[in-house]
């Protein structure tokens, strides 16, 4: 059974820093690319970043560029969402999704396995 479980929410003041990991199990890691969602009161859930199997190639949201940074271990089955310079608008539940394709993909629907997701709000 695949098991993806997100931790490390909070409230944060705006201008600070958050780190979510993710951790996997029930499936093989290193074949799966990993992404970050987040879902905003009244709003759809919506694609963060996406690392690939190996960790080489990251992509990102316009809105977050710059300041998030995902990156994996295959060793620990895990993969972080580091959070700078947060604003007020990256409040939201974050959510690690597991992708068994290669094509990168920032839909919802291409992706596999879902985590619980984890709340952050960002504080003005």
């Known amino acids: 059974q695949v098991q993806l479980v997100e931790s490390g929410g909070g409230l944060v003041q705006a201008g600070g820093s958050l780190r979510l990991p993710c951790a996997a199990s029930?499936?093989?890691?290193?074949?799966?690319?990993m992404g970050w969602f987040r879902q905003a009161p009244g709003k759809e859930r919506e694609f963060v970043a996406r690392?690939?199997?190996?960790?080489?190639?990251?992509y990102y949201a316009d809105s977050v560029k710059g300041r998030f940074t995902i990156s994996r271990d295959n060793a620990a089955n895990t993969v972080t969402l580091q959070m700078n310079s947060v604003k007020p608008e990256d409040t939201a539940v974050y959510y690690c999704a597991a992708d068994k394709e290669i094509v990168v993909h920032s839909s919802t629907s291409a992706y596999d396995y879902w985590g619980q997701g984890t709340r952050v709000t960002v504080s003005s």
């Open positions: 029930g499936l093989t890691f290193s074949r799966v690319s």
């Open positions: 690392i690939s199997r190996s960790g080489s190639a990251t």
